[in-house]
Nanobody, 118 residues
C-alpha cells in the first residue's frame, strides 16, 4: 500500500525558509516520480491544486515558474524521503502543500500547512 506523509510546514515571515519532507512507504522514491502541489484557501477541489515541482526516478527536476530559483526538490533514497527546500518565501506561497504520486490513480499525502506572513 502506497502512503505519503508530509511534514515540516509552519509559519514564517516573508523572506524566510522552510524545508518540507515527504516520507514514502510502499514505493521507492529512487525509482518513482514524486510531485509537490499546493492548495490555497477558497477552492477545495483536488483539480485546483497548483503544481509546484517534480523529481523523476532518474533524479531530473522541474519547477513551476512561480517557485523556480527559490525552491529546490531533492530526495534521500536511503531514507525514502523527498524534500522541498523553500527559500525567500513570499506571502503568496501560503498554502497547504501536498506530495503526490501516480500509481494507477493519483495518491496524495495529507498535506502540511505553510503560512507566510509578517
Amino acid at each position: 500500500q502506497v502512503q505519503l506523509v508530509e511534514s515540516g510546514g509552519g509559519s514564517v515571515q516573508p523572506g524566510g525558509s522552510l524545508r518540507l519532507s515527504c516520507a514514502a512507504s510502499g514505493v521507492s522514491v529512487g525509482t518513482e516520480t514524486i510531485l509537490w502541489h499546493r492548495q490555497t484557501p477558497g477552492d477545495d477541489r483536488e483539480s485546483a491544486r497548483e503544481w509546484v515541482a517534480v523529481i523523476t526516478g532518474t533524479g531530473s527536476t522541474t519547477y513551476a515558474d512561480s517557485v523556480r530559483g527559490r525552491f529546490i526538490i531533492s530526495r534521500d533514497i536511503a531514507k525514502n524521503v523527498v524534500y522541498l527546500q523553500m527559500t525567500t518565501l513570499k506571502v503568496e506561497d501560503t498554502a497547504v502543500y501536498y506530495c503526490d504520486i501516480f500509481k494507477g490513480r493519483r495518491i496524495w499525502g495529507q498535506g502540511t500547512q505553510v503560512t507566510v506572513s509578517s
